[in-house]
C-alpha cells in the first residue's frame, strides 16, 4: 500500500476544495481502504469526510425523500419512512454485504462503490477500467460473473451494487457539490456504459462530492396502499453475504388484475443499474400474470450478450424478473406490505 496524506474535512465547501484527481473522500471506508491495499486506486490523499452533516433523511414539500450521502446503508434500511414508502429500497439494501459493512458503508459510498471484476481488482490483469488501454483480461478469462447487458469490446464489468437496482426502479436525483456550486444529476444520468472509456464510470467530477440523493415520490403515495406493491430478489451463490448473480427489483400498481403502472430494473447482469424500459411498456395494461411476467423477461434480456462461463445468467435474470414481478404482485394484493423472502 502507498502512502498518502490524511485530513478532516470540517465543511463541504472546504472538502470540495480538496477534491482533485490525486484525492479520494473517504467515508465508511469499506471500498476505498480495500482498493488502497490491493493498489488499485493510489491516492496521493484522503480526506475524512465523517464530520460533514450529511446524516439526516427529510421528507421533501413535494413528498420526496431527501437522504444525506453520509446516512449509513444500515439507518436507511431501517428508517421508517423507507420501510413504509420505499420497501424495495429497504429490501435492496438488507440483501447487500453484511450487517457490519452496511452499518459502515454509506448511501453515497455505495453510488460509488467499484466493480467487484476481479481483473480489475488484480494489478497484474489488464484491465481498461483500472489502466486505460491495458487490455481486458475478462473477455477471454473466467467471465461468470461478468455482464450480459450494456457491456463493449473494453469492458464487461458489472455494477455491483444493490442498492442502485432499487434506486433505478424508484427513480432519484444525485446533488453533487463542487467549486462552482451546487448542481442535481438523474440517478439514471449518473452511472455511464462503459463503451472505449470503461474508465470514466459516472458523472462526477473530481472537485465534486456527492451530498444527497433524493428519492422520486413514491409509488405508494400517489395511489391506494392496496394497489402498489413491489419486490426485489437477488439471486447469489450463497446466503450469508454475496454479490449478486442477477437481480431484479419490481414496482407496480395494479388497476383491477391489469398492470396500471411498472417500474422494473436488474442488477448482476449490466455494467451499470439497469432500467428494463421496454420490458415495463411490454407490461401496462396486461394482466398481472406469470404470462406477462415471463414475455417481460423475455424482452429486457433480448439484448443479452452471453460469454463463455456466464450464459446461464440469462435464464436466472429471467427467472428473477418472474419472480419479483410476481410477489410485487402479491404484495400490491396483500396492501403493499411484502413478506416473502427477498434474496435466494
Ligand atoms: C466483503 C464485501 C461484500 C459486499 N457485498 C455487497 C453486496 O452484496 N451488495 C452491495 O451493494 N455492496 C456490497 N459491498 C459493497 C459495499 O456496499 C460498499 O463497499 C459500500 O457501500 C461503500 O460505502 P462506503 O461508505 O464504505 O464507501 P467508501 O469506501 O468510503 O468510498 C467508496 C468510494 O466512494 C467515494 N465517496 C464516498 N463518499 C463520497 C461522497 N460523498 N462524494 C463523492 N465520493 C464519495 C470514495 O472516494 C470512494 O471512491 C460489499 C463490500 C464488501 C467489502
Request: proline fraction near 4%; hydrophobic fraction near 45%.
Amino acid at each position: 500500500m502507498r502512502a498518502f496524506d490524511f485530513s478532516r474535512a470540517e465543511s463541504v465547501g472546504s472538502a470540495a476544495q480538496h477534491g482533485n484527481a490525486e484525492t479520494a473522500f473517504v467515508a465508511g471506508g469499506t471500498t476505498l481502504l480495500d482498493l488502497v491495499k490491493l493498489n488499485v486506486m493510489r491516492p496521493a490523499a484522503v480526506v475524512d469526510i465523517n464530520a460533514l452533516p450529511l446524516k439526516t433523511v427529510e421528507r421533501l414539500a413535494d413528498g420526496r425523500l431527501r437522504i444525506g450521502a453520509l446516512v449509513t446503508n444500515t439507518d436507511l434500511a431501517h428508517h421508517p419512512e423507507v420501510t413504509r414508502d420505499y420497501p424495495l429500497l429497504s429490501q435492496a439494501l438488507l440483501a447487500g454485504a453484511s450487517t457490519q459493512l452496511r452499518n459502515m458503508a454509506t448511501t453515497a459510498g455505495n453510488l460509488m462503490q467499484r466493480t467487484r471484476c476481479p481483473y480489475f481488482r488484480d494489478v497484474g490483469s489488464a484491465c481498461n477500467k483500472r489502466q486505460p488501454g491495458s487490455g481486458c483480461d475478462a473477455r477471454d478469462g473466467i467471465n461468470r460473473m461478468h455482464a450480459l447487458l450494456g457491456g463493449s469490446a473494453d469492458c464487461i464489468a458489472v455494477h455491483p451494487s444493490d442498492m442502485c437496482v432499487a434506486l433505478a426502479a424508484i427513480g432519484a436525483t444525485l446533488t453533487l457539490e463542487g467549486p462552482a456550486g451546487e448542481r442535481e444529476v438523474a440517478f439514471a444520468d449518473f452511472h455511464r456504459l462503459p463503451g472505449d472509456t470503461p474508465h470514466i464510470e459516472h458523472d462526477l467530477a473530481a472537485d465534486e462530492l456527492i451530498t444527497a440523493l433524493t428519492l422520486d415520490v413514491p409509488l405508494t403515495l400517489d395511489a391506494s396502499l392496496a394497489t402498489a406493491g413491489s419486490h426485489y430478489l437477488k439471486l447469489r451463490d450463497r446466503a450469508s453475504y454475496e454479490f449478486a448473480l442477477a437481480s431484479a427489483a419490481a414496482q407496480l400498481k395494479l388497476d383491477g388484475g391489469r398492470i396500471h403502472e411498472v417500474r422494473l430494473a436488474l442488477g448482476g447482469v449490466a455494467t451499470k443499474p439497469w432500467r428494463a424500459s421496454e420490458a415495463e411498456a411490454a407490461l401496462v395494461g396486461q394482466p398481472a400474470e406469470l404470462a406477462s411476467f415471463e414475455r417481460a423477461a423475455e424482452i429486457a434480456l433480448r439484448d443479452a450478450r452471453p460469454l463463455a462461463h456466464n450464459a446461464f445468467k440469462v435464464d436466472l435474470a429471467k427467472q428473477a424478473i418472474v419472480r419479483a414481478l410476481r410477489d410485487a404482485t402479491r404484495a400490491a394484493r396483500q396492501g403493499g406490505t411484502d413478506t416473502q423472502e427477498s434474496q435466494a
